[in-house]
């Protein structure tokens, strides 16, 4: 099938990884200034690099609908700044799948494609799509939601090993993204691991860090540039998470409702 994913970050890349190991042709598109914390693991840092290897799939830049083509012909995920993805009215998706995870519906419409599919808080099945797909952890986590809304936003980032917001590194002021660590150090709680607008910004909890914004690029006062990880597991760092394989799964199960014979 033909797979257009807005947004490109690591949930979405979840999503496009298990589309990709189905064997549909997946288009992914993305804004100029992606903001994607765990960067390692999201097809969207080919905006800023041109390519992006994530596991066994390689994203690539493109310009083009032409250029998407080819690289999809090549097994590859092309990724297209397009912040509005206007390329939907060329390419003619199979499937819409809205990863932007806004928290809200910034434009889909169930009329987009055949197939619908909205990720998370903000869409409704039978409204503005077709399909929606869980994202809270627990034991709803990837479900696949055919009437009614997702479960709302609670502002509290899900349980891992035992923390929730402490895992958050927040930037402290608004300006220049300046990392002092890297993606895969570990780090202690206390310690200063990033300055932004030249102000320190210190992590709540000793762990790996397991996804850092890029440096230098302009951000928010309270805006997430960070991620630690208590289970200290470097492989955790550059893997899909087992959040993004679970909605890919979720949205793959959607799509096999819509069409049993797809395998």
Known sequence: MRILIKGAGDLATGIAYE????????????????????????????????????????????????EACQEQEKRNIPVMVDEKAEILLKYHPDVLVDAIMAKKNLGTSITDAPVVIGIGPGFCAGEDCHYV??????????EVIRHGCAIPNTGIPGNIAGYTIERLIRASSDGKMEPIVQIGDVVEKGQMVAKTGGVPVYALMRGIVRGMLQEGVEVTKGLKIGDVDARIVL??????????????????????EENPDIR
């Open 235 to 256: 492989e955790n760092c550059y893997t899909i998470s087992d959040k993004a394989r679970k909605i890919g799964q979720g949205v793959k199960q959607a799509l096999l």
């Open 19 to 66: 589309l990709w190991l189905a064997g549909h042709e997946v288009l992914m598109t993305e804004i100029a200034i992606p903001l994607a914390v765990r960067r390692m693991v999201s097809f969207s840092r080919a905006v800023y690099e041109g390519k992006a290897k994530v596991e066994r799939a390689k994203g690539v830049l493109v310009s083009s609908l032409e």
């Open 133 to 142: 797909i869980e994202t809270q952890r627990g034991p709803y986590l990837g």
